[in-house]
């Protein structure tokens, strides 16, 4: 049997028949890839947009020995991988005399109740009280329901794979009529259709590939707290890895609220013979009324009624959950207990983490609105300690994203994820986790393509909205560039109050505003018309990908710090002063920067780009963070003058 292809040669192969260029930051990544799977040495890449980093990352992992896990933030990144960049990559090693050896077999594996569960579907959604309900509900909702469970069938008839990304569109209340979660599931010794159950069916697959797809949450679910999710693997690549400690502490954030108390309460009447059933909804009471006398926002100390509250609520679903009738083993199963078993067993095991009040944890209650009654929220203070102990320790990591270096370089993203700035390039001891970190660079021509235009002349940002002198700016800038205009806003407010006045304004131009319509309904109208505005918050920020001259003109309203009275961020950010750091440059400037980053990366996303990106917020120019701040954007031509940006907008538009 001959050699397996070099990276190098394997990489060249997949670019032409992918019919794209190989690019010199593309080859390099690949190199240090490798390098990071055979030495066992953790790395950074830094690969700017057009690169090709999904390439310089699949091809070694094609390549190497054992099985290689990759993980996404986004679903869209991992629908690219898996139903374009991976099809057509194992088509070009297989084309390749030279791959005879090269295991190309792949999987993607997702949490539980991101599959359709046929149980679920043909057996019924239990009610309130427990007992397994086939009849759809009523209205919109059956309807609904009824699409799902269809199309369900189909897929399990046709060998689909059940997933909730393929499904027709629906709401969450929607999907939970025909999934369940790991607590509800049966398991499939007991499920009368576990032959056929789309999650066992992927774990099986998972388990003869040697490449898994998969995303964050589930990684930490996995690797920090433990829980088997992933067959064995020793190397993993994490792209977009600047959302990696967000999306772990999403995994380990926890919340709890009365009505859900009492919902598991009323399910387990019929299944429990003592009391402890009522027991627990008079703690959903106690609850209740010590939510109701507390205050929104971070608790420094739990209020005494509360922390009693939630005692109570603990041992009352701890003695609930032991009243259940014990599993017989021959049994087939009997999915209302189950499932009503399951979400005491969610009661307990929150109450019993906010309860035990550690330093380790931030615990909070959300406001309330009208369609959702206040709750109690726990979420771990860092996640840094668990990912160094539990992932780092054991795995060698390959972390990737367009955006890893902030105020110049790596050290703020690699100390969140456990690294620390000290071991970089260091010799393996057994107290040491020596990393790399490189930036390939990026295909992009930016001081050519590209103005960042930083309006000093505007008075800072404060708390009453938009000074009139920012909407006569944002005017100016949206009809030089006779429309093309992506908005990002700190708040969905002032994106609606921006948009109201350029509809003013302007009315020759199409304004959309997030809310109009589903983001996708809403970016297609935004391409399809190069006279057209955007605006809207976050999610714009990170997840739109409009190249070509749709998209001319970049403005950021004002530097995305997070809110004062975010009670995990200034928790985060009290924690790091009191161990003698600066917590608003490691916390809040970062959160700032990387967003940033990630909105002026709204631009360019090709090389024949051209625009400008206005940064409404005049501290980018004058505060001392502000070089921090800028540092870590794309190295683009800066000006203060606001003639100059008009100008550029004015040429561009007319081209």
């Not at 260029?21 to 190199?31: F, H, K, L, N, S």
């Not at 009738?325 to 209302?336: E, L, M, S, T, V």
């Not at 035990?356 to 840094?384: F, I, N, Y």
Request: net charge negative; aromatic share 4%; proline share 5%.
């Amino acid at each position: 049997m001959p050699d397996a292809p070099s990276v190098t040669e394997l990489l060249s192969t997949a670019v032409a028949a992918l019919g794209g260029q190989e690019r010199a930051g593309q080859v390099q990544m690949a190199e240090a890839v490798t390098d990071a799977m055979e030495n066992e040495r953790h790395l950074l890449v830094q690969a700017g947009t057009g690169t090709g980093k999904s390439l310089a990352y699949l091809v070694p992992s094609l390549l190497h020995r054992d099985r290689v896990v990759i993980a996404t933030a986004t679903l869209a990144l991992q629908h690219q991988l898996v139903e374009r960049d991976l099809p057509r990559l194992v088509e070009a090693v297989k084309a390749q005399s030279s791959s005879a050896g090269v295991d190309t077999s792949y999987a993607v594996l997702k949490g539980r109740s991101n599959y359709a569960c046929l149980h679920r579907i043909r057996e019924g959604v239990p009610d309130d009280q427990g007992t397994l309900e086939v009849e759809l509900p009523t209205g919109s909702l059956g309807k609904k329901v009824l699409e799902l469970r269809e199309w369900a069938e189909e897929q399990s008839e046709d060998g689909g794979s059940g997933e909730r990304d393929n499904a027709p569109r629906h709401t969450d209340k929607e999907w939970r009529q025909v999934s369940v979660n790991h607590r509800e599931c049966l398991g499939a010794a007991k499920c009368p259709f576990g032959q056929e159950c789309f999650a066992e069916r992927a774990k099986e697959k998972a388990h003869k590939s040697h490449l898994i797809v998969t995303n964050h949450s589930l990684l930490a679910i996995d690797a920090i707290e433990g829980v088997p999710m992933i067959p064995d693997y020793d190397v993993v690549v994490i792209d977009e890895a600047h959302e990696l400690t967000t999306r772990v502490t999403q995994a380990a954030t926890d919340e709890l609220w009365a009505a859900e108390v009492e919902r598991a309460a009323r399910r387990s009447q019929r299944h429990v013979e003592g009391d402890q059933a009522n027991e627990l909804a008079d703690a959903a009471d106690a609850l209740r009324a010590a939510i109701n006398d507390a205050r929104p926002g971070r608790f420094e100390r739990i209020p005494e009624d509360l922390a009693d509250a939630l005692v109570l609520v603990r041992d009352a679903a701890r003695a609930c959950v032991s009243a259940y009738p014990k599993a017989d083993k021959d049994d087939d199963g009997d999915a209302g207990l189950q499932q009503a078993k399951g979400a005491v067993q969610e009661v307990f095991a929150t109450a019993e983490r906010m309860a035990a009040d550690l330093d380790s944890d931030v615990l909070w209650m959300s406001e309330g609105t009208e369609r959702m009654p206040p709750r109690l929220c726990v979420a771990p203070l860092q996640v840094w300690g668990p990912m160094r102990d539990k992932l780092l320790t054991d795995k060698t990591v390959v972390f990737t994203s367009a955006t890893l270096m902030l105020g110049g370089d790596f050290n703020s993203i690699a100390t969140s994820v456990g690294l620390k700035p000290s071991e970089r390039e260091a010799e393996h001891t057994p107290d040491t986790m020596p990393w790399r970190g490189i930036d390939v660079g990026s295909p992009f021509d930016y001081g050519r393509q590209a103005i960042l235009y930083v309006a000093r002349h505007l008075p800072q940002p404060g708390r009453d909205g938009m000074a009139p002198a920012v909407l006569d700016e944002i005017v100016d800038l949206v009809d030089a560039a006779n429309g093309r205009t992506l908005g990002l806003f700190s708040s969905r407010r002032a994106a609606e109050a921006a948009a109201e006045v350029i509809r003013e304004r302007l009315p020759h131009l199409t304004t959309l505003a997030q809310g109009d319509a589903q983001l996708p309904e809403l970016a297609a109208q935004f391409v399809g018309d190069p006279h057209t505005c955007l605006f809207g918050t976050l999610s714009l920020w990170q997840g739109l990908d409009v190249p070509g001259d749709t998209c001319q003109l970049v403005l950021i309203d004002r530097i995305p710090f997070p809110r004062p009275d975010d009670p995990l961020l200034s928790a985060r950010q009290k924690a790091a002063d009191q161990a003698g750091g600066n917590g608003f440059m490691q916390v809040a400037a970062t959160h700032a920067a990387l967003l940033l980053a990630q909105g002026a990366g709204r631009l360019i996303r090709t090389t024949t780009d051209r625009g400008v990106v206005a940064v409404l917020d005049p501290r980018l120019a004058t505060a001392r963070y502000g070089s921090f701040l800028k540092s870590s954007l794309p190295p683009m031509w800066t000006t203060t003058d606001p003639a100059v940006a008009r100008q550029a907008l004015t040429r561009l538009a007319a081209t």
